[in-house]
């Protein structure tokens, strides 16, 4: 069926880099766009960025610009999100999510079950 | 601090219809459809209504939403008790160059 499956959970150091993947299945990877998302506790929804798996275009939330790398690999239909220098107030749960035009604006309607990163 | 505004909570009685409002600027609903999420505790969000007032597949039509001017609102009717989650507004901010969500809102069936 069409889903998208994260990797597991995470405890890191702060300062510390996490890598989180995202595994599609079920459609054709390349025909969607992908987001990157996070839930800290007691927190609304924050966005990280998203990227264009065909050419690997990114864009970032200024925010993190410069802390988050995206990539893909379209042979195993996985994205990556990389996190570097954790801080405590990254504990989260981070979500991917696809979309099927470049900024969402259609809506995010698939996601994956989500990763718990904790920074401690 | 999010960038669009809902109310941190919203409640009913069951069979009640209760709506809950998005607020953003002309960077951001002023120009961009509008999409609503549920999550429930301990799972990944949901699309629950996208470009403004469109309905996914499988989500039931006491659902429904708009929008006008810089301003989103969801309305649901008939309230259930498993209706009781997290609600957030989302859109694309051509300012900020971002995908923007609200605070969320917690729905609660009293």
């Known amino acids: 069926q069409v889903q998208l499956v994260q990797s597991g959970a995470e405890v890191k150091k702060p300062g510390a880099s996490v890598t989180i993947s995202c595994t599609a299945s079920?459609?054709?990877?390349?025909?969607?766009?992908y987001h990157w998302l996070r839930r800290a506790p007691g927190q609304g929804l924050e966005w990280l960025g998203l990227?264009?798996?065909?050419?690997?275009?990114?864009t970032y939330a200024q925010r993190f610009q410069g802390r988050v790398t995206m990539t893909r690999d379209p042979a195993t239909a996985t994205l990556y999100i990389t996190v570097h220098s954790l801080r405590s107030n990254d504990t989260a749960t981070f979500y991917c999510?696809?979309?099927?035009?470049?900024?969402?604006?259609?809506?995010?309607?698939?996601w994956g079950q989500g990763t718990t990163v904790i920074v401690s | 601090q999010s960038v669009l505004t809902q109310p941190p909570s919203v409640s009913g009685t069951p069979g009640q219809r209760v709506t809950i409002s998005c607020s953003g600027t002309s960077s951001n609903i002023g120009g961009n459809p509008v999409n609503w999420y549920q999550q429930f505790p301990g799972a990944a969000p949901r699309l629950l209504i996208h470009r403004d007032s469109r309905r996914p597949s499988g989500v039931p039509d006491r659902f429904s939403g708009s929008r006008s001017g810089t301003s989103a609102s969801l309305a649901i009717s008939g309230l259930h008790s498993d209706d009781e989650s997290q609600i957030y507004c989302g859109t694309w901010d051509d300012g900020l160059n971002a995908l923007v969500f609200g605070g969320g809102t917690e729905l609660t069936v009293l």
């Open positions: 999510a696809r979309t099927d035009d470049y900024f969402g604006v259609d809506g995010l309607d698939v």
């Open positions: 079920g459609f054709t990877f390349a025909n969607y766009n």
């Open positions: 990227i264009d798996p065909g050419r690997g275009d990114t």
